[in-house]
């Protein structure tokens, strides 16, 4: 089933002052995703049978090259109609008019069957790129353009994330930090993660021979046999281990209990932890709180500059 709907794109024959978003929107993509350069822009009028005009740059040992497109928009979601020979007329004469080295359709349905082999005829000659609406939806996740998409297609964008959404970290940090596993390093936040199924363990390690068992190391690993390495590694050193599943502490409500309940032991005395389990501990929260919480603002994390500046307690 389609993720994206193309139909949240303005009409484009509807003079409605959005009748050119489709063609910003083709813009936008090479550019951010392709990162060609934009030769002529889109524009109203009379354009000669071309809609953008974009440069791709190759950089070889010695030397370098470009390659110039010329971009055709078709956008009948609406209709839901093909892009056929009649919408796609003279492309020879029209990458000879722009002295383009080649030819992209971007279409928000599909060519027709009598389109295709026509575009399989003039590959012997001319480069033929087809960009249909599956493969332009299958470039922005898989490039994972979120922005993009979610500048270009909001109400697609806010279902999806309803779906998928637990495997894009939020921006709360300058950068991205990673939860490394303790065995092969594999950071456990970026494997794909599907409902019911639990990859990876947060460990605590207990030193049995205090009174209140006192943790003295945290760690996350690899459900399987990194788990199990690693339980190895501290029986062997007279460690015993106690576990929860990653996936349960990314579940914003089991976050907030798990963290409620560890404030709530340590100053009970029911649990200890030693200054380096504490800082694993913490880490680890952080680092799942990206997959937590939700996005902060542009005008949020300004003022989290703000306020990190100031003493405490003003």
Known sequence: MPIIDFREIP???????????????ARDFFVDIFKFKIISEPSRGADGGKDLLVS??????????????????KHKA???KTITSNDENNIKDRLS?????????????????????????????????????????KYILEHKRYELFKRYFPKSYKRWIEIDGKNIPSKIFDSYQPLSCIVCGKDLLKVERKENVNHGIIGMVIDSDTENNK?????????????????????????????????????????????MALINQLQSGEMEMEDKALEDYKKILLCVS????????????ERVKILAGLPDGI
């Open 11 to 25: 009409e484009a024959h509807l003079a409605s002052g959005l009748q050119d978003t489709f063609e910003l929107f």
């Open 78 to 80: 609406h209709s839901g």
């Open 56 to 73: 791709e740059s190759h950089q070889g040992t010695l030397s370098a090259s470009s390659f110039t497109w010329l971009v055709s928009c």
């Open 215 to 259: 943790c003295t190391e945290c760690y996350v690993a690899c459900i399987g046999e990194c788990d199990r390495r690693a339980q190895a590694y501290y029986w062997q050193n007279g460690k015993i281990t106690a576990w929860d599943e990653l996936s349960d502490l990314l579940i914003p409500t089991i976050y907030i209990r798990r963290y």
């Open 97 to 137: 008019e722009h002295k383009a080295n080649g030819f992209i359709g971007f279409y928000s349905t599909l060519p027709s069957s009598g389109l295709n082999n026509r575009f399989e005829s003039f590959k012997s000659e001319n480069r033929i790129e087809i960009f249909d609406r599956e493969k332009i939806e």
């Open 290 to 301: 990206q997959y937590v919480f939700r996005h902060q603002s542009a005008r949020e994390m």
